[in-house]
Structures are given as C-alpha cells and as structure tokens.
C-alpha cells in the first residue's frame, strides 16, 4: 500500500508583493505529484488554478489575479495530500495608471480583432491617448480611505476619462496636500493644453500650404490625363492596363506561392490544434478519465473534475467545447443513476447510504435522492417482516410430520411444576425434589416464539438505521456542505412536508410488527378476516405455555427498549406497549389454567405416609405448586416503565379471580377423589414404615394397606391444615402479587372446604356407626316392638 502524501506547504514565494496579474514563482514541498494532481491554488482567497504552470512539485508558476484582500496566504490543493498551508504571504499592490509613454513591466489583457485580409487572429496592445498627468503638476498621493471616497462620490468616478468624472475626487485623491499656488499652476496648463488643441490644425495648415497645393497640382493633371484616355478604346485605357497588370502580377504570385502558403497554413493550424489540445486537455481527456474513475469507484474524483469542468466550460460558446462538455454530462448523467440505483440496492449499510446521497446532492441530482432512499428502506424492511413470517409457516407446513426436538410447536415441553415436586418425599420434612427434564425445554423453541425471536431481531438490526437516516435528512448531515447550502430552504420545506409522510411509515412498521407476533400468539384478537389471511396463517394444535409466553414478553420488551433508546416518539410504539399488556394478560391466563391441569394430577403423586401431625406431603405440594407458578408470573406481573397494570381491565380481573377459585376447588376436589378412593385402587408398593405416625393410623405399618375410614382421617387431617394454613398463606401470596378479588378467592375457597369436610365427617361418622347400628338394630326389632302402639305421655308425666 502507498501511504498518504503529506499536505503542500508553501515556503517562499518571489516577488512576495505586486500589483494583479503579476507573475510569481511558488516554492515549497509536496506540491503535487503533477499537473492533473494539482486541483486548487488561491493567492490572498483569488483562485489562480487557471494560471497555474505546474513545474515540479517544489516550484509552480502563476500570475496572481484581481483578490479582495490586500494581504494573505498562498494555499495550494492536491489530489494526493489535500489542503496545504503556507508559511509565507503575498501583498497585492493597487496598480497605478499608466500612460501610453511611460515604461511598464505589467501585465496587460490583449483584446483581438478579425482581419479581413489574411483570415487570422492578431493581438494588438489596448492604446491610451490620455496623459498621465493633465494637470502638469506634481501628484501627491494621499492616504484618504478609498472605501470613504466611493461613499462620499457613490456613483461617481476619479478617472477623467469617465463619463462620471468627479473633480472633487481626483483632487482628493491626487493633490490633497498641493499648495494654492500649485493649483493656479494647474490652471494655467489646463489653459494652456486646451489653447495647443483649438491652434494646432490651423498652425499646421498654415506651414504645409505650398505642399497642399502641389498635391492639388498633381491630382488635377492625373484627372485631366484620365478624362483624355475615357475618349479611346475602353482596352486602352491606362486604368484598364494598369488593373491588367496587377492581376497578372497577383496571379503569379499566387502561383509561386501558393503551395508554400498552403504548407504553412496547415502547419499553422496542426500547431494551434495541438496548441489547443494541449492548453484544454483536461476537458478533451474527461469523459475518459470519467469511465475509468467510475470503474475504479473514485467517485469522488469524478465529482471534483466535473466541477472544475463546470464552472470552466458550462457556459462557454465554441462548439468544440460545447460537443465535449455534453459528452461530460452524457457520462454524469449515467453516473447519475448508477449511484442511485446503488442507493436504492438492498441491503446496504448506512454508511453506504449517507455516502451515495452526498455523491448525489454534489452531482445536483434530479428530485430527493435521500426521501427516495427513506422510502426504498422502508419498503424493504415491510418485506423482510413479512418474509420472515411466509418462511417460518411454510417450514411448519412442509414438514407437518416432523417435529425435531429442537422446534416443536406443539409438543408442551414447558418445565413442569410437578416436576420440582412430584418425588414420595414430603416437603414438609424438607427433602429435596429434582425435575427429570430438568431445563431441557430452554432448548426445544417452538416454531412461533422462534418467528418472534427472529422478527424482532430483524426489527432492532434494521429499525435503527432507518431511524438515523431520517434523523441525518433533518439535520442535513447527509449533504456536503456545498449542497446544502444550495438546498437549505428547499429541503427544509420538504422536510415539513414529509415529517408526517415518516410518521406513518414508522406506524406502519410497528404496526406490522405488532400484528405479525399477534397472528403468531395471540390469533384471537385480530378480527378482519384479510387482516387474518396477511399476517396469520399458523396451523396451531395447542397453546403455547406461560413460560414460554414470559420469555416472549421479555423478548419483546426488550425491543420495546431499544426502539426508546433511539428516542422515537412514545405515540408512535403505544401499538407495542398495547402488545405486551395483551400478552402478559394471556401469559396470566394460560399460566394459571396449566396450573390447575398440574393440580388435577397431584392424586397421582399422593404417597399416603403421615408425619407426627397426621398429615400427607400433598398440601405441601398444593402450595408449592401455585408458590411456583406465581413466582413464574414475577416478571409477568411487575410493571416495567410506561406499562399498565395487568389488572387494570374489570373483566381480567374477574376471569383471574375465576381461575384462582378454580384451582382452589380442582384441589378440593382431587382430595374428595381421594377419600372415596376404592380399596382395590389404592396403590400401597410405594408406601414405607413411619414410626413417628400415630398410634390411630398403626395398622398401616402391619398390612401396608388402607381402609375407607383411614383415607377419610388423613383428608380430613389435611382439610384441617389447608383451612388453618395453606389457603391463608396462598391468599398472602396472591396479595403479594397484586392479584384482585383475594378476599372473593379466599371466601369461595373455604366455603368448598367446609362443605368438604362436612361430608366427610359425616361418611367417617357412617362408617363408625354402621358396625353399633347393625349389632343393635336386631335386638330393637326383637320383641316387635313398635312405637306406633305406645300411648303418647299425658299429664304430670309429661313435665
């Protein structure tokens, strides 16, 4: 790799003062590595590129222009090293008016003009007739501001050969510190000059008069002569012979040299062809160099020559130039929509995008290149979006029959709650559980939380940019400097005009975010039958589980963050926000009718061995379950900024409180299985010897076998405790979690309970009672005794 020049620095320049278009020699360091590379050169901020000689790249020569500033710096630009510095400066003189007489080493304009003879252009030195000084007298230069003087004469001028000449202001200017008797001086030689013009033809009349009329003499014998030749034959005549002979003569001279004329006049004209070629290379070689830069990709490069070539021949008159410079826009012209084609190409990276738009707005492109960028981005980020979806369904419909451990939709592999408690130990005696899946459902993502992964993480990789590139086309960071001061007025204007135009589109994609995961989670809620057809379609056979439902929300609150951190509007991600409130409502929901499905279950795990107070693991394992299923919901549950409460919707809150019931009475009702449970079903392989157990339940330990009235005992022990202590600390749980309708719960819970335990009792009482009822029944009926035949008590008796 060629490592960067160095910038150019000016070290000296000879003269170091004059006056406009006096010729300099530059001379300093890394002044180019040629012509072609040398691309600005200013002298006290006057562009001198024109006149530039590039000699080597220690020394330039040029002729310094008309400049503003009296004083400033030499300041040379290249290709290779940029913007260079100098160490010198250069003091621009006012340049003295100078008569036709007096020596002069300035550089004087040539004006040209046609001659009809010889078909060439000839340069001839602008004459001037006035005096240097008319009033004959010494000139005192004085140091009267000039600035203070064109608004003391506005409109007037001090050259005296101007048709607005101010005599005050000469005076002032010229002779301001002359003496009266100077000027009475001054008088007397205007007077003077003016005396010499009126007497001088006369003057000279009077001394040339014998010459005037020899003249006179000469021309009136000629005129006699020729009158006399008019009488002879018209081929006789001295004129006639006389027009003869110079025809002659030119002819032959023609003859003798009109191939040598021929010969350098071609010459000539090769001479000032290459001349011209060579003076106005650049343009001739341009629309070359412009293939060649495109094909390399310096654009930048193309963009500096066309400029120069623009401001050089965008205006010029000779055809010749004109056919090149239309070549020059031909060849921009395609440039044009290569780099446009290129800004609307998918995808590309916001640094390629800010890059072609600057090359646009230098190269003054047709319409807004960066709107037309914002929409082509836009469009394209709608038809991933919907890709993404298109492609996820399709993989799920291809394959109905596969379902890879590692994407099944429908398979629940959520983490079980039983898991963590369905072992034969009791957690009241604070054994340990272990689930057998352990975590492995973190591994298998359903095919639609995989879409929502995906979309979001598309969404956050290309939301951004889009972001930051509207953001540059406000601040008009996307322009170059001399763009944007061109456009600054139009582009503010569209900028009004679109600022809403960008609102909708950024709707638009979160909008089509929002209602792609709908159509994915939650189908249910989006009502239009088109709208169901473009952004659902999913072949769904069960519910997604609460956990993974948490771990979708989490997903997309994290893009609901990041979306913030660019500091879109709130009003343009309310549609996000109303998401995640949907979710986390539907999250609660599934959560709590998955938990009550695990509780149906719990008779399954009930191990029937009974600690020192007459109770199974089983309450234990009731609590844990729902302790875990709301410790599930804990990041469900909390309000993260700009949030709604889950509960803030009556009807959430009383289809909450009706789940809630319902576990309580799907547990109550799994202990009513339990104690009506018949003998032959009772599963006793499992069971192990207590010897803590009470005296009550020892012929457990004998047969390892359990009668009715047993099972009734040990649910009645366990209704008894729920009453006392689980359901009071479940109902601390869900006030700890901010559930609604606690008291309802609580209120509808104990009343199943008791009505439990009431019938209960009263199996226990007859079952105790059939055994005394059945020994004693046939001694009552013994004597055929009946009551229907006793008289009723009366009187004293019956006191």
């Known amino acids: 790799m060629s490592r960067l020049r160095q910038p150019p620095l000016v070290t000296g320049i000879s003269p170091n003062e004059g006056i406009p278009w006096t010729k300099v020699t530059i001379r300093g360091e890394n002044l180019g590595t040629g012509p072609t590379d040398l691309i600005g050169l200013t002298i006290c901020g006057h562009n001198c590129l024109l006149t530039a000689e590039w000699m080597s790249a220690s020394k330039i020569v040029c002729r310094v222009g008309q400049a503003k500033n009296d004083k400033g710096d030499i300041i040379v630009t290249t290709k290779s090293g940029g913007r260079g510095t100098s160490t010198v400066s250069f003091k621009l003189l006012k340049p003295e008016k100078i008569g036709i007489l007096d020596q002069s080493a300035v550089w004087v304009d040539e004006m040209n003009y046609y001659d009809m003879r010889t078909d060439r252009n000839k340069g001839i030195p602008p004459l001037s007739l006035r005096p240097a000084n008319p009033l004959g007298i010494e000139i005192e230069k004085s140091k009267f501001p000039q600035k203070d003087l064109e608004t003391l004469f506005h409109g007037m001028s001090a050259d005296f050969t101007s048709e607005n000449f101010s005599a005050a202001w000469y005076l002032i200017e010229n002779h301001s510190t002359t003496s009266f008797e100077q000027l009475k001086m001054a008088v007397t030689n205007l007077k003077r000059q003016a005396n010499k013009k009126s007497e ?266 889009f972001w930051k590139l509207w953001i540059s ?136 061995i009974v600690d020192n107070e007459g109770l199974t693991s089983l309450p234990c394992q009731f609590e844990q379950c729902i302790v875990h299923s709301l410790q599930s919901l804990r990041g469900v549950l909390e309000c993260k900024p700009g949030e709604a409460s889950v509960f803030q919707q009556p009807k959430t809150q009383e289809e909450v409180c009706q789940l809630s019931i319902n576990i309580m009475q799907v547990f109550i009702y799994c202990l009513e299985q339990l104690s009506t449970k018949p003998d032959a079903d009772t599963d006793t392989a499992h069971l192990s010897i207590d010897v803590s157990s009470p005296d009550l339940f020892g012929s457990i330990h004998e047969d390892f076998s359990l009668t009715s009235e047993q099972r009734i005992l040990i649910v009645l022990s366990n209704c008894c405790y729920l009453e006392r202590h689980t359901f009071l600390n479940i109902a601390e749980h869900f006030e700890k979690h901010n559930f609604q309708g606690i008291e309802k719960i609580t209120q509808v819970s104990m009343a199943s309970l008791k009505e439990l335990d009431q019938r209960l009792f009263e199996n226990y009482i007859e079952l105790k009672a059939d055994p005394i009822v059945g020994s004693l029944e046939p001694g009552i009926y013994a004597g055929y005794f009946d009551w229907k035949d006793c008289l009723p008590p009366t009187g004293d008796l019956c006191t």
């Open 473 to 608: 086309y406000v601040n008009g960071s996307l322009f170059s400097e001399t763009a944007e001061k061109s456009g600054q007025i139009e582009r503010s204007k569209n900028v009004r005009q679109r600022q809403n135009d960008f609102k909708k589109m950024i709707q638009e994609v979160t909008h089509s975010l929002v209602k792609l995961i709908r159509g994915a989670l939650l189908p249910l809620s989006i009502w239009d039958s088109s709208e169901m057809l473009q952004y659902g379609g999913w072949e769904v056979k069960s519910e997604l589980s609460g956990q993974w439902f948490t771990h979708t929300i989490q997903t997309i609150r994290l893009t609901y963050e990041s979306l913030t951190a660019l500091e879109i509007p709130n009003d343009m991600l309310q549609t996000i926000q109303d998401l995640i409130l949907d979710l986390r409502v539907r999250c609660v929901m599934v959560t709590l009718q998955h938990t009550a499905e695990e509780i149906k279950r719990l008779a399954e795990k009930e191990d029937w």
């Open 200 to 465: 001088g033809s006369l003057a000279y009349v009077k001394g040339g008069l014998s010459t005037f009329f020899e003249a006179q003499d000469a021309l009136s014998a000629i005129h006699q002569k020729l009158e006399a030749d008019g009488t002879e034959k018209v081929e006789g005549s001295m004129t006639q012979k006389l027009e003869n002979v110079l025809n002659r003569a030119s002819n032959t001279a023609d003859m003798l040299f009109q191939e040598v004329l021929g010969r350098k006049d071609k010459a000539d004209s090769t001479r000032n062809a290459l001349n011209v070629l060579q003076r106005f290379k650049f343009l001739f070689n341009l629309p070359l160099n412009i293939e060649r830069n495109i094909q390399k990709g310096d654009y930048d490069v193309v963009i500096n020559d066309y400029e120069k070539a623009k401001s050089l021949f965008g205006k010029t008159e000779v055809q010749v130039f004109k056919k090149y410079y239309a070549e020059v826009e031909t060849r921009i012209e395609a440039l044009r929509e290569l780099l446009l084609d290129k800004l609307l190409e998918t995808p590309s990276t916001l640094h390629d995008q800010k890059r072609y738009i600057r090359y646009l707005s230098d190269l003054h492109a047709p319409g807004d290149p960066a709107w037309q960028c914002i929409g082509a981005q836009h469009e394209w980020i709608l038809q991933l979006m919907h890709t993404c979806k298109e492609g996820f369904v399709k993989d799920l419909k291809g394959n109905p029959g596969l379902h890879s451990p590692m994407l099944d939709p429908d398979t629940d592999v959520r983490p079980s709650v039983l898991g963590h408690l369905g072992q034969t130990s009791s957690l009241k005696r604070g054994s340990s559980f272990q689930s057998g899946r352990d975590d492995a459902w973190r591994y298998k993502t359903p095919h639609r939380v995989a879409f929502v992964e995906k979309l979001t993480k598309l969404v956050i990789s290309q939301l951004p940019n």
